[in-house]
């Protein structure tokens, strides 16, 4: 059984997750394997998603976790936080749905114009959310 304690690591390993079939769905398509693209970013949207659900559960339960770096560890920590909460709000309730909407709906000229903005910040707000992780939990917690 997972406990509450132990969802930061999987919302890390989530975003880095969603992050990998980002970059394999992306590959797909340039490569001309449209039905792979689909198949690996429907896999990124349902990962995102439980990455989601895991997120809000962990922080209902174990509220907001402070961050105990010092120096300028202290304003990298908070740009990438700042930049990454942004972005990530951006990312879930605009750009990824509007993507998915225009495929789903065949306009392919106008997924694969928004899709060019979609994939870079999606790909930052992955990696941006492990980079956080590794900051909060691990090179910056308290001993």
Same mark, same amino acid.
């Given at each position: 059984?997972?406990?509450i304690?132990?969802l $930061?690591?999987v919302?890390?390993?989530?975003?880095?997750?969603?992050?990998?079939?980002?970059?394999?769905?992306?590959?797909?398509?340039?490569?001309?394997?449209?039905?792979?693209?689909?198949?690996?970013?429907a896999?990124?949207?349902?990962?995102?998603?439980?990455?989601?659900?895991?997120?809000?559960?962990?922080?209902?339960h174990?509220?907001?976790?402070?961050?105990?770096?010092?120096?300028?560890?202290?304003p990298?920590y908070?740009?990438?936080?700042?930049?990454h909460?942004?972005?990530?709000?951006?990312?879930?309730?605009w750009?990824?749905?509007?993507?998915?909407?225009?495929?789903?709906?065949?306009?392919?000229?106008?997924?694969?114009?928004?899709?060019?903005w979609?994939? $870079?910040?999606?790909?930052?707000v992955?990696?941006?959310?492990?980079?956080?992780?590794?900051?909060l939990?691990?090179?910056?917690? $308290?001993a």
């Open positions: 059984m997972i406990e304690a132990d $930061p690591v919302n890390a390993s989530l975003n880095a997750t969603s992050g990998v079939l980002v970059l394999a769905g992306y590959a797909c398509i340039r490569a001309g394997r449209k039905q792979a693209h689909a198949v690996f970013m896999c990124a949207v349902v990962v995102s998603l439980a990455f989601l659900v895991s997120y809000l559960t962990y922080h209902a174990a509220g907001s976790k402070h961050f105990a770096g010092q120096g300028l560890a202290r990298v908070f740009t990438i936080l700042t930049t909460t942004i972005l990530a709000a951006v990312t879930a309730l750009l990824v749905p509007v993507t998915v909407y225009r495929a789903a709906r065949s306009r392919f000229d106008q997924h694969k114009a928004l899709a060019r979609t994939l $870079p910040v999606w790909l930052y992955s990696v941006t959310g492990v980079i956080i992780y590794f900051m939990y691990r090179w910056y917690a $308290p």
